[in-house]
T-cell receptor, first 115, second 111 residues
Framework: NAGVMQNPRHLVRRRGQEARLRCSPM?????VYWYRQLPEEGLKFMVY????????ESGMPKERFSAEFPKEGPSILRIQQVVRGDSAAYFC?????????????FGPGTRLLVL | SQQGEEDPQALSIQEGENATMNCSYK?????LQWYRQNSGRGLVHLIL?????REKHSGRLRVTLDTSKKSSSLLITASRAADTASYFC???????????FGQGTRLTINP
């Protein structure tokens, strides 16, 4: 059973470009979470999605950021018109259900560098 | 301070010694989890302890939870160089699915 997969592992963008980060959850998991980690800090929650639904986007910046988890295919975190402050590691996690006490399994992350 | 704060921020010990890291949180929780992150890598889940549990063991790991003090500790016994990493506690507040992470403890095991 493959773990959570993320691609690309590293992404370099110039200011103003778009960044697309992909996440394939573990087999059998229908709940996906995105987190952002700045250097030397802990992870900060961004958004929680189920198939075709955004459940909680309370950690998502209001502008330029969007996320989706379509019926088919991976979850996508999209950052439009990137700025240097968007440089960070973005981690995706998945869980089989949303019941309290579920372990979230993390992918290896995408490290975004904005020049 | 924020939910899920680890203490100390950095810890350096000799191989073979025990390492203890602490975590404090603010709100009522369903469970508390500990993760390890090697430099530049993703997070590896270590152990989950539920709010109605007080202690849990997994190999060389021992986790305690004191809900009255809103705190948890992670003990790694007989440390090895491979244990060098950052360790994070994460909590999920009741009614929410998102995890709230602390800043982490950077553990260095000296050979």
């Amino acid at each position: 059973n493959a773990g959570v997969m993320q691609n690309p592992r590293h992404l370099v963008r110039r200011r103003g470009q778009e960044a697309r980060l992909r996440c394939s959850p573990m087999k059998g998991h229908s709940h996906v979470y995105w987190y952002r980690q700045l250097p030397e800090e802990g992870l900060k929650f961004m958004v929680y999605l189920q198939k075709e639904n955004i459940i909680d986007e309370s950690g998502m910046p209001k502008e330029r950021f969007s996320a989706e988890f379509p019926k088919e295919g991976p979850s996508i975190l999209r950052i439009q018109q990137v700025v240097r402050g968007d440089s960070a590691a973005y981690f995706c996690a998945s869980s089989p259900s949303s019941g309290g006490g579920e372990t979230q399994y993390f992918g290896p992350g995408t490290r975004l560098l904005v020049l | 301070s924020q939910q899920g704060e680890e203490d100390p921020q950095a810890l350096s010990i000799q191989e073979g010694e025990n390492a203890t890291m602490n975590c404090s949180y603010k709100t009522s929780i369903n469970n508390l989890q500990w993760y390890r992150q090697n430099s530049g890598r993703g997070l590896v889940h270590l152990i989950l302890i539920r709010s109605n549990e007080r202690e849990k063991h997994s190999g060389r790991l021992r986790v305690t939870l004191d809900t009255s003090k809103k705190s948890s500790s992670l003990l790694i016994t007989a440390s090895r160089a491979a244990d060098t990493a950052s360790y994070f506690c994460a909590t999920d507040a009741r009614g929410a699915q998102k995890l709230v992470f602390g800043q982490g403890t950077r553990l260095t095991i000296n050979p």
